[in-house]
Nanobody, 116 residues
Framework: QVQLVESGGGLVQAGGSLRLSCAAS????????MGWYRQAPGNQRELVATIASGGSTNYADSVKGRFTISRDNANNTVYLEMNSLKPEDTAVYYC??????????WGQGTQVTVSS
């Protein structure tokens, strides 16, 4: 069983920064890719950023240049550094991990609220 535990969400003013963490219950080398998705009220869950086991990254156009995804292999943790936050970034942010043959795993989510 794989567990992903997010932390670091909260309330921040527009223009501020937050760093989200996702701690995995097993080595993150187990996964082909990990990343972050978000879901705002009334909206579908959308991709924010992903990082592959080889280190390549992918970002939604809406966050490029503002968000950075990274991984700490020694601590089995993936981070999402979020800068220049906007009210439209308000959402529940979910950690995601995927391995071929195992399927996908999700964390419980952490709320990010950006006030104007």
């Amino acid at each position: 069983q794989v567990q992903l535990v997010e932390s670091g969400g909260g309330l921040v003013q527009a223009g501020g920064s937050l760093r989200l963490s996702c701690a995995a219950s097993r080595s993150i080398f187990s996964f082909n890719a990990m990343g972050w998705y978000r879901q705002a009220p009334g909206n579908q869950r959308e991709l924010v950023a992903t990082i592959a086991s080889g280190g390549s990254t992918n970002y939604a156009d809406s966050v490029k240049g503002r968000f950075t995804i990274s991984r700490d292999n020694a601590n089995n943790t993936v981070y999402l550094e979020m800068n220049s936050l906007k009210p439209e970034d308000t959402a529940v942010y979910y950690c995601w991990a995927q391995r071929t043959g195992w399927g996908s795993y999700w964390g419980q989510g952490t709320q990010v609220t950006v006030s104007s």
